[in-house]
């Protein structure tokens, strides 16, 4: 089937607009962020891009101010993101603490030990377990944050629980996955 014109002319402008920004907005991610991640953050920008055309400007020299400003938009979700994992990090190494003399050691012992296994579950692991337990969301409401159906997201917390029991489980330093054998003997 051949493409009507509408959108081999959405094609077109599509190219125009790639060809005048790719460049350009590729050095701008890469001043900014690793220089292996630059070429991720410019593809989303570009899908961006691709997804929101009538919203580009005619002007090529005005497209490519916006391929900029979704490219630092891009940019400041992205540090958003790893800024909340990291509060949830530290939220749980102050779990971990002992601040709390009057606490029942049972649950002082407990804390400490999610404090430790957090670090070795995937980051989408801890976003599930984030998202149910810290943030308390439903299933359905967890499942719209990360764009997934409510069924896969049960799902992958029901994962991360297990991966999470398991390295609960696990007593000894050398049981987590991801320690060199020299951290371990130090712990």
Known sequence: ??????????????RDVYDA??????????RRVHPAHA???????????W???????????????WLFGVARRTLLNARRRE???????????KLGQLADAGAHPDLVAHRVD???????LRASEQEAISLSVFDELSAPEAAAVLGITAVAFRLRLSRARRSL??????????DLPGLPATDRSDR
């Open 165 to 174: 029991r398991r390295l609960l489980e696990s007593t000894e330093p050398e």
């Open 83 to 93: 800024d909340r994992q990291g509060a949830v990090a530290v939220r749980l190494a």
């Open 1 to 14: 089937m051949e493409p009507t014109s509408t959108s081999r002319e959405r094609e077109e402008r599509f």
């Open 51 to 65: 997804r929101r055309l009538d919203d580009v400007p005619a002007e090529l020299s005005d497209a490519r101010a």
């Open 39 to 49: 070429e991720d953050v410019v593809g989303d920008v570009m899908l961006v891009a």
């Open 114 to 120: 999610i404090a430790t296994a957090w670090p070795h």
């Open 21 to 30: 920004g790719y460049a350009d907005v590729l050095r701008f991610v890469r």
